[in-house]
T-cell receptor
Framework: DVKVTQSSRYLVKRTGEKVFLECVQD?????MFWYRQDPGLGLRLIYF???????EKGDIPEGYSVSREKKERFSLILESASTNQTSMYLC????????????FGQGTRLTVV | GQNIDQPTEMTATEGAIVQINCTYQ??????LFWYQQHAGEAPTFLSY??LDGLEEKGRFSSFLSRSKGYSYLLLKELQMKDSASYLC??????????WGAGTKLIIKP
């Protein structure tokens, strides 16, 4: 079974803190993605990566950065957390060239107070 | 612009059939996905259509009409465990998924 694991299920952080969300996949997938999911909105792509050390901005990259030092790990960084970044964050991975599906982690519900 | 539309919420009865519609408008098209998401959990893959027609997979079927920019997910013999949100997503010419907001399906006994 493909496994995508996010480091935390629930997280509470203070405004202005630097926040790291970690994601690890065990299927040697080239592609990894970070989304946020808010009520009434579809999943919105923050950043994605097609290879180690490679990153591309998605639709809403402002206030976020990412790191992909190893193929299996894709980290999302909130440089200075703000209350409008309170959301569910979902990591996903998939195989380059195979568009059949993406595998999601269990999600991290982040609350910024 | 790119847009995915699906109903916000639907209600159906256990044992019945329900059809969840999705219309899409994306820059290029490389397939239409349906995912299921139970409350508080990650989305899980249900189906992928890239050619016109109906794909059947057990109690679930998915239909695509590329000329109409339209898809539906058909769920038969509904069970209480089918209560979930159903997400429609279109893959654009850059192989990026454009997501709808999801349809919350409520199953009543």
């Amino acid at each position: 079974d493909v496994k995508v694991t996010q480091s935390s299920r629930y997280l509470v952080k203070r405004t202005g803190e630097k926040v790291f969300l970690e994601c690890v996949q065990d299927m040697d997938h080239e592609n990894m993605f970070w989304y946020r999911q808010d009520p009434g909105l579809g999943l919105r792509l923050i950043y994605f990566s097609y290879d180690v050390k490679m990153k591309e901005k998605g639709d809403i990259p402002e206030g976020y950065s990412v790191s992909r030092e190893k193929k299996e790990r894709f980290s999302l960084i909130l440089e200075s957390a703000s209350t409008n970044q309170t959301s569910m964050y979902l990591c996903a991975s998939g195989i380059s060239g195979d568009v059949s599906e993406a595998f999601f982690g269990q999600g991290t519900r982040l609350t910024v107070v | 612009g790119q847009n995915i539309d699906q109903p916000t919420e639907m209600t159906a009865t256990e044992g019945a059939i329900v059809q969840i519609n999705c219309t899409y408008q994306t820059s290029g098209f490389n397939g239409l996905f349906w995912y299921q998401q139970h409350a508080g959990e990650a989305p899980t893959f249900l189906s992928y259509n890239v050619l016109d027609g109906l794909e059947e997979k057990g109690r679930f079927s998915s239909f695509l009409s590329r000329s109409k920019g339209y898809s539906y997910l058909l769920l038969k013999e509904l069970q209480m465990k089918d209560s979930a949100s159903y997400l429609c997503a279109s893959m654009d010419s850059n192989y990026q998924l454009i997501w709808g907001a999801g349809t919350k399906l409520i199953i009543k006994p």
